[in-house]
């Protein structure tokens, strides 16, 4: 089914048919800090992120402060009226993209039902061309929404009624037996473990297997079996 042009989640054929509109940029998030796998085949036109070199503050635990992303932004050629496909390498990674940039304050934003899997499964053309733009201006958004809580927040709403807290990580990280180990780096959990509380619902279970998103009515019953009605509050634990 095609999208429109409001969608937020768009298909490859809608992005495939609307590669050529000069207000549109597509960015490729990567979890490699190299762009080898992005070199040798990406979405035409599509620039490269590493998501933790872009996403995150350069020395703190944090996000990017929306001045620091709009900045790179800017730099790729993307002004505030532009709108942003991203998809992730692997898929996950798009999807965080989208997350950090919504808090934020960036609007102008829609993201690739099945990522980079489904583009090359479906046949797309691809590119090993990086693109070359200009730097534009654009200015810092006044403020995004409330997509996230702090450990304060977490700690003291420990099992509140309506309150449900879901751990979505690898079962490997769940249940404390994949930790990071230093000092390399591969996205694991810094340390065994979990919150307490916390029940599991690994990330894939929400999508096909050629990493689209499951249809509305199965991520209910999904969320359902993980001990999530729908007038629920939920919070997600991610990396």
């Known amino acids: 089914m095609m999208q429109a042009d409001n969608s937020t989640l768009v298909s490859t054929a809608w992005l495939s048919e609307n590669l050529e509109n000069p207000n549109l940029h597509v960015i490729e998030v990567s979890s490699a800090s190299d762009d080898a796998s992005y070199r040798e085949a990406h979405v035409p036109g599509a620039h490269w992120w590493f998501w933790k070199g872009v996403l995150w503050h350069e020395t703190d635990r944090a996000f990017a402060k929306p001045q620091a992303l709009?900045?790179?932004?800017?730099?790729?050629?993307?002004?505030?009226?532009?709108?942003?496909?991203?998809?992730?390498?692997?898929?996950?990674?798009?999807?965080?993209?989208?997350?950090?940039?919504?808090?934020?304050?960036?609007s102008n934003l829609k993201l690739?039902?099945?990522?980079?899997?489904?583009?090359?499964?479906?046949?797309?053309p691809v590119s090993s061309e990086a693109p070359d733009a200009a730097a534009v201006s654009h200015p810092a958004p006044d403020g995004g929404e409330v997509l996230s809580v702090g450990r304060d927040d977490i700690r003291e709403k420990l099992g509140a009624p309506g309150r449900v807290l879901l751990d979505v990580r690898s079962p490997e990280?769940?249940?404390?037996?994949?930790?990071?180990?230093?000092?390399g780096f591969d996205h694991g959990a810094e340390r065994a473990g979990r919150i307490p509380g916390a029940a599991h619902l690994f990330f894939r279970e929400l999508l096909n297997e050629d990493d689209t998103y499951k249809d509305e009515g199965?991520?209910?019953?999904?969320?359902?079996?993980?001990?999530?009605?729908?007038?629920?509050?939920?919070?997600?634990?991610l990396y």
């Open 70 to 106: 709009a900045g790179r932004l800017g730099e790729m050629g993307i002004g505030p009226d532009d709108e942003i496909v991203l998809y992730g390498e692997p898929v996950q990674f798009g999807t965080y993209a989208f997350w950090v940039l919504k808090m934020a304050g960036f």
């Open 112 to 124: 690739l039902d099945g990522s980079k899997k489904k583009w090359v499964a479906d046949g797309m």
């Open 173 to 183: 990280e769940y249940s404390g037996e994949r930790v990071m180990p230093p000092p």
């Open 218 to 237: 199965e991520l209910a019953r999904i969320l359902g079996a993980a001990g999530a009605a729908a007038d629920d509050e939920i919070e997600l634990v």
